[in-house]
């Protein structure tokens, strides 16, 4: 890879390669794990291995990943939690958008118990709610900021001009959307937050589909650069944009030793463009 291995956002330096918490939860991101145990071993080999900045959500469960993100690691030191609120939850792989204020304030709240904190580190809107008035979103995104309940305020799933109209109320730190070598929608979103310096999270990080086939063509490049599909994804992702700060997901202890080595893979030019010209 190439580039700082750190990111600065908000006053907040931490390592550009973290990760996310999604899938410590149960089948349909909802309920507890099979193996509570080894979730909680991998938020913690996470750590040793030099993760300093874990995603999750209080939907992830929902509240379940924040409760065994405090069990695994409070007090955190200089680990950063990154959490957001938006979206509620009716049942198994069931999402729905919800921006009313006193709804985020609440969340909000909660995530500070759940997790343990007098002030979150980040907080993220999941979504903007269509039916909610997205300046009164923003606004109290703002209130939550000054009151000094948040260090920091993302957005996640959005539109260039989405972050320019919440910016126009309250200084945006992060951006978090869908985005990896065989999906790149959000490109012009990434080249924004870049231009900014807004640090720009990529969830669903790891290439995925027919180019990532078992033989396709990231299989052979990561063969060839003695990497697994996984590392070659995400050291692409790093040394695309010194703003970008994967968040790989899993729920297996061997998985995050495998993530991790991602910034240990070092592409040169020619298997750099090679990749980037897959989705093109």
Known sequence: MAGPLTFTYANQTVNRLGYGSMRLTGDGVWGYPKDRNEAL???????????????????YGPYVAEELIAQALH???DVKIATKAGLLRTGPNLWFPCGRPDYLRQECEMS???????????????????????????????????????????LSEVTVEQIKAAREIVPISTVQNLYNVTNRKSEDVLN?????????????????????????????LAQQNGATIAQLSLAWLLR?????????????VAHVVENCGAVRVSLDDDTFDAIGALAG
């Open 75 to 77: 007090p955190y030191g």
């Open 240 to 252: 695309r944009s010194p703003v970008m700060m994967p968040i790989p997901g899993t729920s297996k």
């Open 112 to 154: 500070l118990r759940r997790l343990g904190q007098e002030s979150l580190d980040l907080f993220q809107l999941h979504r903007i709610d269509a039916t909610v008035d997205a300046n009164e979103q923003f606004a109290l995104l703002r209130a939550l900021l000054d009151e000094g309940k948040v260090q920091a305020v993302g």
């Open 41 to 59: 071993a991998v938020l913690r080999r996470a750590v040793e291995l030099g993760v300093d900045f874990i995603d999750t959500a209080d939907s």
């Open 192 to 220: 924004y937050c870049e231009g900014e310096g807004i640090a720009f999270i990529p969830w669903f990080p790891v290439a995925s589909g027919d180019l990532a086939r078992s033989g396709g063509p990231l299989d052979t």
